[in-house]
């Protein structure tokens, strides 16, 4: 640690930092613009000026930019001194000479880092009069608004988008004094983390689509801290409300997970929340084959009823839903009758990462992720399946740039010095998957079939300690990967269920685990493909049933998405009353007797278990309207009915009888406060203290204020009354402290600038295993997925894939079409080519347009994870059927008619 002198007063620094995030780091007020904690510096906004003095006899100094200063011990500067801030008062005055008037109309006003920094420094009155440089706006998608006449020439955004997150198509235009930041034409910002523009933009250059669509002030939005419901990461997300309605998904900082950072389908994907497919009221179907809208009272006491007269009954959970409402469930129906819901090969994937959790082997956190110096990613497809750990293995690929960096002497913050000396050189990042993926551009890719990755993981895992069983397959890379493994001071191994094929993981479970006997810092990440996989196989040991039963319950499941369509039909039959709970209308829910209408994430609170055995708390921004209530609570009053959990009546009555009756799931009470929990006496606000009020907006029914709603099931209000400020982590519903009314205010909640969060990031990790995980040795299979021995591969498309998020309809517009991707060779086996089409027999499924691709393994026919296309996913998964030509199909125009490349065909 460094002593420097600031202002007189003597400071303890980090030498490693620049004298920018020493400040912040310290509590000090300082304006910037162009810096961002995870971006390191580039000094190009001149914002932060300080003077810098010689030594303690110098009077005058001298002007330097304080992101671009290193710490070292004994150094004087001065921030307040009136050369520091006359020239601090003239660069804001600069770049306020183009910047419209707009800041009453403006959608970032209330929220702007412009407006803080302009009052931080002082500046009030305009003496510029003559005209602005003035530009035409672009259309970049469903997502994000464009108003390039607000920008400031930060280089933020483009910093972010091409450096930060590999995209390519939006980039910095330059001529004379003009400088444009956009694409080269009009068109959909294809990079899979565009959103963060929104919050990377420290004006409004950039703004929230969805959110302008129906605009709200920032400060009238009712907020509350959730969990991304997306994928099996659990990002950290802030959901905001207005009138009834989802109108944004905000990032919230975890210092472990996401970071400063969402991927789009989790920032935009609750827009499902507010779609037509909602299920508003309970139903019962009649006689005649036609449900009937009935009341909660008359639906609950009508499946209670079924339940007394029944002889058996089953409950089937959901890897989606709350834990909560996973055991209120299996609470009901008995431990023997409860099925976590899960296709085979998603629930074997899921116990082998539970054991992994419950092992010695290390699980990283995304953070570490990004501190691994060799990756090898088997079989998993992160971009699409798990986007955000896709962004943290981008910046684990720095680290060899990093260690070039400090052998010369350049500090990891001088961004540009740092990429200069590096160029092209990277980590060593390995890619055996089926298809191409996005991170190709970083890593060494080969291309192979679900069967040769697992067997050529089986030979790596042999090839670092021969102890290990070796798979069939020989590749020329595998020697390569094996050293560059054995090299590394913190080798990952990253896999996941986005192949379908178990094989794979126990392949990369063995990779790990030969590998961790020679270096402890080996991490291995198993991806799953829900939120809360691992909720279910903890509280089930069966994924579905094989008989039927008088009563079945199934709890937020599209099980024709996870089940092959005869074996649900099959079992569907022999299912006197099918009691269906869910928010959207589906499949299923279609062929129910009786619906109960499901809360959804942003209108009830809930606990989620990550890919690292993580439990977190997500809390509803609102209350449900109508009959629409949260799933536990459905359960839990027939529950009542039956006289079980009798003293159980909130969520954390729920909790506490979980952590007694699963130990290996006791923490899950500590992974926020609970309802009990007072701040200063208080409980915590999810309005700001600066909401407009509520009078005006139920104006239209009644003049007099209405009372605000109570939750009785946490620690936070429905109302701007209650603290918020120093609010727990895990609990506080919006960033905000005085003059920092951005999302940059994050720094005055963190320890260290980038690093945890002061009193420690949200949630609990559950497992703490110390076990040797088992061996696996590798299986003779053939491919699955036709007569003829073609296997179908699944592949995840970030917009699509997802059942609820596609429900949304700036999402579903992205979403691709049907298709059917494989090389010549296989398509001459098959009988088509190009423009013609498949369709599976004994189906009536869409048929797949076919497209060539010489990369896509023989023998493989790679399909995107559709509603629609669900059929033919199963086929691997034993489904009936087989792939054949379609004799019928016209053939499309133009082959970007069929399939989205890329978000703009």
């Known amino acids: 640690m460094a002593r420097i002198t600031v202002d007189g007063r003597v400071l303890e620094a980090d030498e490693s930092n620049n004298l920018l995030e020493a400040l912040l780091g310290q509590g000090e007020d300082l304006p910037y613009f162009c810096w961002h904690p995870e971006m390191g510096s580039v000094g190009a906004c001149r914002q932060c000026a300080v003077v810098q003095y010689m030594n303690e006899d110098d009077q005058n100094g001298r002007i330097v930019m304080s992101c671009m200063t290193a710490v070292t011990d004994g150094s004087i500067f001065s921030v307040q001194g009136e050369a520091a801030a006359s020239f601090r008062q003239s660069v804001v005055e600069n770049l306020m000479l183009n910047h419209p008037h707009d800041c009453p109309v403006c959608e970032e006003g209330g929220e702007c880092h412009l407006q803080d920094m302009t009052v931080m420094t002082g500046h009030r009155d305009r003496t510029y009069r003559h005209l602005k440089t003035t530009f035409r706006n672009q259309y970049l998608g469903p997502f994000i608004g464009h108003e390039m006449n607000r920008c400031i020439t930060c280089f933020r955004c483009v910093r972010f988008y091409q450096d930060y997150a590999g995209g390519d198509d939006l980039s910095a235009f330059a001529s004379r004094d003009r400088v444009y930041f956009g694409r080269s034409d009009d068109g959909v910002l294809e990079n899979e983390f565009a959103g963060n523009l929104v919050e990377v933009c420290p004006t409004g250059v950039f703004t929230d689509k969805i959110l302008g669509e129906h605009y709200t002030r920032k400060w009238d939005l009712q907020s509350a801290p959730a969990v991304c419901t997306g994928c099996s990461i659990g990002c950290n997300i802030t959901v905001s409300e207005r ?15 996401n970071g400063y950072f969402l991927c789009d389908r989790g920032r935009f994907g609750a827009e499902y929340v507010n779609c037509d497919d909602r299920i508003p009221y309970c139903g019962i179907r009649n006689a005649n084959g036609i449900y009937e809208a009935t009341s909660s009272d008359e639906t609950l006491a009508h499946v209670k009823a079924l339940i007394d007269e029944s002889q058996t009954i089953i409950g089937i959970g959901s890897p989606r839903a709350s834990l909560e409402a996973n055991f209120v469930l299996r609470t009901l129906v008995g431990k023997e ?188 990440v198993i991806c799953t493909d829900e939120a809360n996989n691992l909720a279910t196989v903890c509280l089930a040991e069966k994924s579905f049933p ?18 092959p369509g005869t074996a649900l039909d099959s079992w569907l039959a022999q299912i006197k009353h099918l009691v269906v709970i869910d928010s959207l209308d589906n499949n299923l829910s279609a062929q129910s007797n009786v619906v109960l209408p499901a809360a959804t994430f942003a209108e009830v609170g809930g606990t989620y278990i990550n890919y690292e055995g993580r439990a977190q708390r997500s809390f509803g921004a609102f209350k449900p309207k109508g009959d629409i209530a949260p799933s536990w609570n459905w359960l839990l009053n027939l529950c009542h009915g039956q006289g079980l959990l009798h003293d159980v009546e909130h969520i954390d009555d729920l909790l506490q009888t979980l952590a007694r009756t699963h130990t290996e799931l006791a923490q899950v009470v500590n992974a926020a406060p609970d309802a009990g929990f007072r701040d200063h006496g208080q409980k915590i606000s999810r309005m700001t203290h600066r909401q407009s009020g509520r009078t005006a907006m139920l104006a239209d ?12 099931d946490s620690a936070l209000t429905y109302s701007m009354e209650g603290e918020n400020l120093s ?20 720094n005055k909640f963190q320890d260290e600038i980038s690093g945890p969060l002061r009193d420690g990031d949200p949630g609990v990790k559950l497992f703490a295993g110390s076990s040797e995980v088992d061996r696996f040795f590798p299986v003779e299979s053939s491919p699955g997925g036709s007569s003829t021995g073609i296997r179908v591969v ?45 369709k599976l027999s004994l189906s009536d499924a869409p048929s797949l347009p076919v497209l060539l691709d010489d990369s896509i393994p023989e023998g493989c026919v790679v399909c995107p994870v559709l509603e629609a296309t669900s059929p033919y996913l199963h086929l691997s998964d034993g489904g009936d059927g087989a792939l054949i030509k379609d004799e019928s199909w016209a053939p499309a125009a133009r082959e970007e008619d069929v399939i989205m490349t890329d978000r703009n065909s």
Not at 727 to 735: E, F, K, V
């Open 546 to 563: 094989t008989s039927g039963a008088d009563v079945a319950i199934v709890l937020e499941n599209d099980l024709s998405r996870r089940i």
């Open 727 to 746: 609010a727990p982590n895990s609990m506080r519903a919006y960033i905000w402290s005085p003059g920092w009314n951005s999302n940059q205010s994050i």
């Open 243 to 257: 009138y009834g309605q989802v109108r944004r998904v905000n990032n919230r900082y975890h210092g472990e997970i």
């Open 794 to 838: 699944p592949r995840w498309h970030i917009f699509g894939s997802d059942e609820l998020s596609n429900k949304g309809q700036a999402i579903h517009s992205l979403a691709p079409s049907p298709y059917a991707l494989m090389n010549p060779h296989t398509a001459s086996s098959l009988g088509v080519q190009a423009g013609e089409a498949l």
């Open 701 to 712: 029914v009644n003049v007099h204020e209405p009372q605000q709603p109570g939750d009785d």
């Open 337 to 524: 009758n409860f099925y976590s819901g899960l296709s085979n090969s998603e629930a074997e994937i899921s116990k082998l990462l539970l054991d992994v959790l419950n092992s010695d082997i290390k699980t990283p956190s995304l953070t570490e992720v990004k501190d691994c110096d060799a990756v090898l990613i088997l079989g998993e497809d992160t971009t699409n399946h798990a986007p955000i750990l896709a962004l943290s293995l981008r910046q684990s690929a720095r680290n060899e740039a990093k260690n070039l960096s400090r052998n010369v002497g350049i500090p990891l913050w001088q961004d540009a010095a740092v990429r200069k000396l590096a160029q092209d050189v990277h980590s060593p990042l390995f890619i055996l998957t089926s298809f191409e993926d996005r991170l190709d551009d970083i890593g060494i890719p080969t291309r192979m079939s679900p069967e040769d990755i697992a067997s050529a993981g089986f030979s790596i895992a042999n090839g670092i300690d021969d102890s290990f069983p070796a798979g069939t397959v020989g590749h020329a890379d595998i020697q390569t990967i094996v050293d560059a493994l054995i090299r590394a001071n913190k080798p990952l191994v990253v896999t996941g269920s986005s192949p379908a094929s178990p094989d794979i993981v126990k392949a990369a479970i063995n990779i790990a685990n030969s590998l961790s006997k020679r270096n402890a810092n080996t991490g291995l």
